[in-house]
């Protein structure tokens, strides 16, 4: 009933930044919280940062500081501002969406396809 498409990929230098934008369309009323996973090959799908409708911000360590999500709820729109890029942020990005109330660290049950983020000189 909630589909998430993120756009806003693409290949950054180290110290550089991208940001990323995840649209929600369906039944996309009320989402309690959305939020940006990664994943890199080899290596398991981990939390970057969430975002509840509140405004309330999570971050992971590694990206504190450096990266800042933020939601426009009138266009059911996550942003996610990435800056002081490092190669070890390389990583397809998924936007994630939770309907009703889950901890931080706790997926939603929404998923986005993907966008690749690569940094590399």
């Known amino acids: 009933q909630v589909q998430l498409v993120e756009s806003g990929g693409g290949l950054a230098q180290p110290g550089g930044s991208l940001g990323l934008s995840c649209a929600a369309s369906?039944?996309?009323?009320?989402?309690?919280?959305m939020g940006w996973y990664r994943q890199a090959p080899g290596k398991q799908r981990e939390v970057v940062a969430r975002?509840?409708?509140?405004?309330?911000?999570n971050y992971a360590d590694s990206v504190k500081g450096r990266f800042t999500i933020s939601r426009d709820n009138a266009k059911n729109t996550v942003y996610l501002q990435m800056n002081s890029l490092k190669p070890e942020d390389t990583a397809v990005y998924f936007c994630?969406?939770?309907?009703?109330?889950?901890?931080?660290?706790?997926?939603?049950?929404?998923w986005g396809q993907g966008t690749q983020v690569t940094v590399s000189s």
């Open positions: 369906g039944s996309s009323h009320s989402l309690y919280a």
């Open positions: 975002i509840t409708s509140g405004g309330r911000t």
């Open positions: 994630n969406a939770a309907r009703l109330f889950t901890e931080w660290g706790t997926a939603g049950n929404y």
